[in-house]
Nanobody, 125 residues
C-alpha cells in the first residue's frame, strides 16, 4: 500500500519561500502521477502541480513561474519549492499519487487515490 507523508509547512511573510516534502513508501508505482494539491477554507481543492515517472511536469496557472515540483529519487521524496509566496497561497497542502498506464495523463483529479495527511502553509504579514 502506498503511503505518503508531507512536511515542511509553516508561516511565512509575503514574498518568502518554503519547500514542502512528501515522503513516499518504498512500494510505489512503476508508472505514476505524483502531485501537490491545496485547499483553502471555503474553497475547492486545487491541483497545484504534478510530475510523472517520465519527468513530465505541469503547473496550475496561479503558481506557474513561482513553484517548482521535483523528485529526490534516492530519498523517495517529492518536493515543492514555493517562491514569492502570496497570501492567496495560504492553504492546506496535500501530496497525492496514482498509477497510470503508458499513455495515461495526470489531469484527472478523481484518479488520485493515495493521499497524505496534509501540511499547512500560511502566508501573512
Amino acid at each position: 500500500q502506498v503511503q505518503l507523508v508531507e512536511s515542511g509547512g509553516g508561516s511565512v511573510q509575503p514574498g518568502g519561500s518554503l519547500t514542502l516534502s512528501c515522503a513516499r513508501s518504498e512500494f510505489f508505482y512503476d508508472r505514476y502521477c505524483f502531485g501537490w494539491f491545496r485547499q483553502a477554507p471555503a474553497k475547492e481543492r486545487e491541483r497545484v502541480a504534478f510530475v510523472t515517472d517520465a519527468g513530465v511536469t505541469d503547473y496550475a496557472s496561479s503558481v506557474k513561474g513561482r513553484f517548482i515540483i521535483s523528485q529526490e529519487y534516492g530519498k523517495n521524496t517529492l518536493l515543492l519549492r514555493m517562491n514569492n509566496l502570496r497570501p492567496e497561497d495560504t492553504a492546506m497542502y496535500y501530496c497525492a499519487a496514482h498509477s497510470r498506464d503508458r499513455w495515461g495523463t495526470c489531469d484527472d483529479d478523481q484518479k488520485y487515490s493515495n493521499w497524505g495527511q496534509g501540511t499547512q502553509v500560511t502566508v501573512s504579514s
